[in-house]
Each structure stands twice: as structure tokens, then as C-alpha cells.
């Protein structure tokens, strides 16, 4: 095992692998026996207006979209879950078997350990091998774009790992915080950032992982040239709320756990949507809280391109590896399409760009009507 390349170490390089190692398999599994999920749902808060007599039939409406430059067959991402860990690996297949069946797009979890433990790299490169056409996004952290030790190299290391068609940057710094020896300095970032957007080919997307982007934010990242965004927003899987769990707490210190305060902080999905569409014309992933198909037509209503999910699909994928099969994540992606579809369909609506961005079409009600008028 080698030394970490992004942190000055104060555990020794096995205690510390083994520590990233526990964490990989204690992230898949505590959201699975625990509710980790945001208390509020703020796509409770968006009604669909509802159209009496739909005038095209429901199997022509149209879901395809055009995420760079791949079609997919709805604007469904698999968003990052897991890499690095044995599990993990089984979870990766089966996800991206069902993704490619499905043509939508496929997210790796955090790279990062992929980069300092070659052993764990084909728990990663097992999405290309069963996933051989559809997008797959690649996935590092701000904590190691963020580091003084990070090269480009890092980063062209994680492309070729997946031969990720996108490679997105997760900003998870209140994750970073409540967790035990959390990286909380990013002050190479944005110099790290430009040296990596000039030699990078491949899109690169702003993700955040749960807590959601403000619009200085978003124009501050559209700016620096990133091509895209997952707004990763408040309303779904808490991270502070996984860590609380984990029972990494310094009580030596502190007489409450930053995990159990900062449980529902964050800036709500839809919100964060609005946040971005505002100030970039970029791809937008809605991401966090997402629960059906509506919740993706209630997405593209307020500017974004594609939804995400991670919950749903942890859940499918590990229902499936008890099974040995892939058929609860396949149809869960097939409910998907299918609530979306018909979404479009009662609202009497064509294809995805007679949705987008059209606030006349949706109304909006309670706290989230009062955080988008503020
Ligand atoms: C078990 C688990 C692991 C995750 N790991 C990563 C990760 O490595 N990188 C990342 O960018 N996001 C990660 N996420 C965040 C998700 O991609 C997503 O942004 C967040 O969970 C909100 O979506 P959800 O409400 O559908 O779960 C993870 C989420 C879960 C549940």
C-alpha cells in the first residue's frame, strides 16, 4: 500500500488505507440499514400542471437527449456510488450492465483510492468492460484537486482508468468537515483546476454531493471553465448524516457531533437548479432527493438537462448482487423512463425541450416558493 498523494500523513500508509477501505464499505451499507435521507423534500413543493386531453399518443413521446456528444434514451444518470472495495466492485457491474441495457448514463464513486491503491483499479475498470458504449462519468474530489501534492497526471489517471467519456470534480466540503480528519483545505483549487482545464479534452462537471450550490458559486465555477454541473442538492442521502453513524466522533473535544448539527444543512435540489440555470447555459444533473420520474420532469421544469440518482440505485444494485442478477436496477431505470414519460405525456408535451426551463408550467408552493423569492 502506498503513502497517501494528497494529505501530510499522521497515520501510518496501512492504518490509513484500511481506514479509506472501512469507509468505502460503512458508505454503501449505512444508508442501506439506516435513514440517512434529508428530513425535507422540497420537490414536495413543485406541482405539475396537469393538461385534461393529452393530443399525442404516449409511446411517441420523445425522452432522448444529447449529453455531450452520446445519445442517450432518457436523461437518467446513475450517479456516483462506490469504487474500491470488493463490494464495490460487484455494485459497479451491475450497475453498468444495466445502464448500457438501458443506454443512460453511469457515475463511478470517488477515484481517489484507485490512485493510491493499484489493487483496488478494477473495481473501477470493471464499469468500461460491461458498459463498453454508454457515457460514463469519472469522479475525483476537491480535497485532492484541491491538494498541493495533486498532478495533472492524477487526473488523466482517472480518465483512462473508466475511459470516462466526463470527468466530474466532487465539492464535498461539508462531508470533509464532519468527518474525522476531513480534508478542509482547498486553497490550491482553483490554480490546481486551471492547470487541468487546459490539458483536459474530456468535459469536466462541478459535482456537489448533497448539500447544493449557490449562484456566486455556480458563475464562479462556470467561469473557471468547468462544462457542466451536478448540483448535488439538499433533499436526499445526508452525508452528515452517514458520518454520524460511522461513530468517528472526538468527544474528547467537542460536546456535540458536527454530524448530528450540520445533519440537514445544505441548499434544497430544486433551489440549487435555479442557482445554476440563472447564471450558465451549461448541462445541468439534478441530484439529491430525486425519488421518481416526476421528480426528473419537476427538474427540467426549473432549467436542468438530466436527473440523478444515487439512493435509488444502491438500493436496486444491492437487492440485485443478493440475487445474482441486474433485474430490480433494470427496472427500476424502465419505471423511470416510464413515470417521466408519462409526466410529459399528461402535461401534453412532446419531448424534453417542450419541458425545459418552462416555469409556466409548473407552480410553486410552501418553503420552497419562499427560498426562490427571497
Ligand atoms: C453510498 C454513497 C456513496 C457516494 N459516493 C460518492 C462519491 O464517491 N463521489 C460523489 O461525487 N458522490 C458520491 N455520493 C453522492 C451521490 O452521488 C449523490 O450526489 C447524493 O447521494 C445525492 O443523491 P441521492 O439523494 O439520490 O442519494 C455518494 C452517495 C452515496 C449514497
Known amino acids: 500500500m502506498t503513502r497517501s498523494k494528497f494529505e ?34 422540497y420537490f414536495d413543493d413543485i406541482k405539475l400542471i396537469h393538461h385534461a ?61 484507485g490512485l493510491e491503491d493499484p489493487s483496488t483499479i478494477d473495481s473501477f475498470k470493471v464499469v468500461r468492460e ?8 469519472g469522479n475525483l474530489g476537491l480535497g485532492q484537486v484541491g491538494s498541493t501534492y495533486f498532478k495533472e497526471d492524477d487526473l488523466t489517471n482517472c480518465i483512462d482508468m473508466v475511459n470516462a467519456d466526463v470527468m466530474a470534480i466532487h465539492l464535498n466540503a461539508l462531508h470533509e468537515l464532519v468527518q474525522f480528519k476531513g480534508n478542509v483545505s482547498y486553497r490550491n483549487f482553483k490554480a490546481n483546476f486551471k492547470k487541468i ?14 448539500s447544493g450550490l449557490n449562484k456566486e458559486i455556480a458563475l464562479s465555477l462556470d467561469e473557471l471553465g468547468f462544462d457542466g454541473f451536478d448540483v448535488g442538492g439538499a433533499g436526499g442521502t445526508s452525508f452528515a448524516a452517514i458520518e454520524s453513524k460511522r ?22 435540489t430544486p433551489v440549487s437548479i435555479v442557482n445554476v440555470r440563472c447564471v450558465s447555459k451549461k448541462v445541468i444533473i439534478a441530484t ?16 436542468a438537462d438530466i436527473g440523478g440518482f444515487a439512493y435509488k440505485f444502491l438500493k436496486s444494485s444491492w437487492q440485485d448482487r443478493k440475487n445474482d442478477t441486474i433485474s430490480n436496477t433494470v427496472k427500476e431505470i424502465k419505471t423511470l423512463k416510464n413515470e417521466l414519460r408519462s409526466s410529459l405525456w399528461l402535461m401534453n408535451l412532446e419531448n424534453l425541450s417542450e419541458l425545459k426551463n418552462k416555469r409556466e408550467k409548473c407552480v410553486l408552493l410552501g418553503d420552497l416558493y419562499l427560498w426562490l423569492n427571497q
Open 8 to 41: 501530510k500523513e499522521d497515520m501510518p500508509d496501512t492504518e490509513k488505507n484500511r481506514e479509506i477501505f472501512n469507509r468505502k464499505e460503512e458508505h454503501l451499507k449505512i444508508p442501506l440499514e439506516y435513514d440517512v435521507q434529508h428530513s425535507i423534500n
Open 53 to 113: 386531453i393529452p393530443e399525442n399518443d404516449l409511446e411517441r413521446v420523445d425522452l432522448k437527449f444529447k449529453f455531450f456528444n452520446k445519445e442517450i434514451s432518457a436523461p437518467i444518470c446513475i450517479s456516483a456510488i462506490t469504487g474500491g472495495h470488493p463490494v464495490s466492485k460487484e455494485i459497479n457491474k451491475i450497475l453498468a450492465k444495466a445502464a448500457e441495457q438501458e443506454n443512460i448514463i453511469m457515475s463511478v464513486g470517488s477515484q481517489r483510492i
Open 130 to 137: 460491461f458498459a463498453p458504449t454508454i457515457p460514463v462519468i
Open 197 to 210: 482545464r487546459e490539458h483536459t479534452s474530456i468535459p469536466l462537471i462541478a459535482k456537489e454531493v448533497g
Open 247 to 268: 461513530n468517528n466522533f472526538d468527544n474528547d473535544m467537542y460536546s456535540r457531533n458536527p454530524a448530528d448539527v450540520f445533519r440537514e444543512w445544505g441548499i434544497p
Open 288 to 303: 439529491g432527493g430525486l425519488r421518481t420520474g416526476i421528480d426528473i420532469a419537476k427538474s427540467i421544469v426549473l432549467g
